[in-house]
């Protein structure tokens, strides 16, 4: 499995991509954690728990994330949360089976996690935040 | 943020809906390396955290711990645990100064007494109290005065940790580290030169979240953030298993992104989370950027050997003690060394001429 890093893929080069250095390191990880997913998605499916891999805890060498996104495809939802910078949530190709990046406004990645669910947490409204809604209709109707 | 409110008070103040908080808590649960499933316990415990004291004293440094923490881009997760302490010293950062910079730091002791951080950077000299001082005081007053009543000590960077770059032969100032002079508190260090932002505000984030002090290793570091070594987690790791190493920084191997073991890389020996974590916002570290680990987060890696020798050359003396190890089993570090011997040699040699 020969991971190449994104800025050799045809994309405009600047200075630094400029320069010759081929990132073909592999470590070893990429598969173990798509057969956890696997695991994951067997439990989801047979009526368990729910699965939450936090990517950042991993070694993965550049352009693994990337083949990682790549064997996991992309589904039909995708959504993006405007709260304390974007979150994408991306349902990949494998229901079930979603990639949330969670970004500050800087575009700096917070989070990254794999989530092996039926619908993950964030993209429900939450309690709090339906009683604060509830209420500023109700003042917004009274004027 | 008031110091009686709530930190879930105050973000919902702040505009931060309960899915941005969860958002927060997800990070903050990330870069506390634990697992996402403790979300929800972090959610409960950091929405009813109140704001904790923190006097931050900087002695024998650089700034460039308080530089590494304040030059996250705001708003991160570094940023907002860090609004939700209340900074009440560090005499970089505040607008006072002279004697109402004192005042503030008395009073915050008094208020405070037995539940207040107290951060540390920097070495303390005990060669001569006028190395460094502070208002006319000496590092060495100033600490044992604001450790009395603390709760807990954090020695952030490798000179309060373990003294550190001033703490390096001669070590002109007799500088030493917190835990020399301190023995009744408990003392977190988070050692690096600097520290990963994160990793600082990590243990912030352990204390508002659970009260306490988190579990720590031999050397008093945070063992969630330096449990592991940073070969370990390397992703050039299996170059190495491969002995394939760069042998120079321009040369094929380095361009492919082979093994630095031999130009030098304190990976093996080296506690910390750079490997994981990353710098800059989780973009890269040293190795990813192509040259090997200084060893920053140890005890005296100033002094352990040229930054460019492979650590079986700076581990052992001379070449029959090379030689030695090569028969105990140790022939591919010892390969490297001896190469490494060899280039130095001749660039010596070749400055000679």
Redesign the interface.
Same mark, same amino acid.
């Given at each position: 499995m020969g991971a190449t890093g994104s800025r050799q893929s045809g994309k405009p080069v600047s200075s630094i991509d400029a320069i010759p250095v081929t990132a073909e390191v592999v470590t070893g990880n990429v598969a173990p954690l798509l057969h956890e997913v696997r695991h994951a998605l067997k439990r989801l499916a047979d009526g368990k728990d729910g699965t939450v891999i936090d990517l950042q805890c991993l070694p993965l060498a550049p352009g693994e994330e990337e083949r990682i996104e790549e064997v996991l495809g992309q589904g039909e939802v995708r959504a993006e949360i405007d709260a304390l910078g974007p979150t994408i949530i991306q349902e990949t190709s494998y229901p079930g089976v979603w990639l949330v990046t969670h970004r500050n406004t800087e575009q700096a990645v917070v989070g990254r996690f794999i989530e092996v669910t039926h619908i993950p947490e964030l993209l429900k409204s939450q309690q709090a935040d339906i009683e604060n809604g509830a209420n500023r209709l109700e003042n917004e109707l009274k004027n | 943020m008031r110091n009686d409110q709530f930190l879930g008070e105050y973000l919902?103040m702040q505009g *931060?809906?309960?899915?941005?908080f969860?958002?927060?808590c997800?990070?903050t649960a990330?870069l506390m390396?634990l697992?996402?499933?403790a *979300?929800g316990q972090v959610a409960e415990a950091l929405a009813t955290a109140r704001r904790p004291s923190v006097i931050w004293l900087s002695f024998q440094e650089c700034t460039g711990c308080t530089e590494s923490l304040t030059r996250s881009?705001?708003?991160? *997760?570094e940023s907002?645990i860090f609004d939700a302490i209340s900074l009440d010293y560090h005499h970089t950062l505040q607008a006072a100064s002279g004697y109402g910079a004192e005042e503030a730091r008395m009073a915050a002791m008094e208020e405070n007494a037995g539940k207040y951080l107290l951060v540390v950077d920097g070495s303390i000299p005990l060669g001569n109290p006028g190395f460094s001082t502070i208002a006319g005081i000496s590092n060495l007053d100033m600490l044992k005065e604001t450790a009395e009543n603390a709760f807990a000590i954090i020695a952030v960077g490798t000179c309060a940790a373990f003294g550190g770059l001033p703490r390096a032969n001669p070590n002109p100032t007799g500088a030493v580290s917190v835990s020399d002079i301190i023995t009744d508190k408990p003392i977190i260090n988070v050692s690096g030169c600097p520290p990963i932002p994160v990793v600082i505000t990590g243990v912030l984030a352990h204390f508002l979240t659970f009260g306490t002090i988190p579990e720590l290793d031999a050397l008093g570091r945070p063992a969630a953030f330096f449990g592991q070594n940073i070969h370990d987690?390397?992703?050039? &790791?299996?170059?190495y298993e491969r002995g394939q190493f760069a042998e120079t920084f321009d040369d094929e191997g380095? &361009?492919? !992104?082979w093994c630095l073991y031999k130009l030098g890389c304190k990976g093996p020996t080296t506690y910390n989370a750079c490997?994981?974590?990353k710098w800059n !916002? !989780?973009?890269s570290f040293p190795i990813?950027s !192509?040259h090997g680990c200084l060893g920053c987060s140890e005890p005296n890696f100033w002094d352990k050997g040229g930054f460019y020798d492979p650590l079986s050359a700076g581990m052992w003396g001379s070449r029959d003690a090379l030689l030695g190890a090569a028969a105990a089993g140790a022939a591919l570090g010892v390969g490297s060394a001896l190469a490494a011997r060899s280039r130095k040699k001749k660039a010596q040699a070749a400055e000679e001429v």
């Open positions: - | 919902r *931060v809906s309960r899915r941005g969860l958002k927060f997800s990070a990330s390396a697992p996402p499933s *979300v881009h705001a708003p991160t *997760v907002l987690r390397c992703y050039r &790791r299996p170059f380095a &361009r492919k !992104g490997a994981t974590l !916002g !989780g973009t990813q !192509g």
